[in-house]
Nanobody, 119 residues
């Protein structure tokens, strides 16, 4: 089992930027693809971005392409989500998760970090 802790959320104005962090502990971090998901009030959790075990492959939701960048540092057991040009509709609780690949198998979840974008 991998334990995940997200951080970096906060309140930002529309057009601004935030960088989210997800620190992993427990089993070998580099054995897992990693993903970011988000859940807005009253909505289901949705996929945001994912990155392969070695960081060479990434996948993004259409709604964040060109604005968000996922990356990872296996030496630091950390995955990042750089969010630029934020919009009010990006407001949500953001979660990281381990994955079997960048397409499926997302299992262990963190507790989430709140991102609020004011318009």
């Amino acid at each position: 089992q991998v334990q995940l802790v997200e951080s970096g959320g906060g309140l930002v104005q529309a057009g601004g930027s935030l960088r989210l962090f997800c620190a992993a502990s427990g089993r070998t971090f580099s054995n897992y693809a990693m993903g970011w998901f988000r859940q807005a009030p009253g909505k289901e959790r949705e996929f945001v971005a994912a990155i392969s075990r070695n960081g060479f492959s990434t996948r993004y939701a259409d709604s964040v392409k060109g604005r968000f960048t996922i990356s990872r540092d296996n030496a630091k057991n950390t995955v990042y989500l750089q969010m630029n040009t934020l919009k009010a509709e990006d407001t949500a609780v953001y979660y990281c998760a381990t994955g079997t690949s960048i397409y499926y198998g997302f299992g262990s979840w963190g507790q989430g970090t709140q991102v609020t974008v004011s318009s």
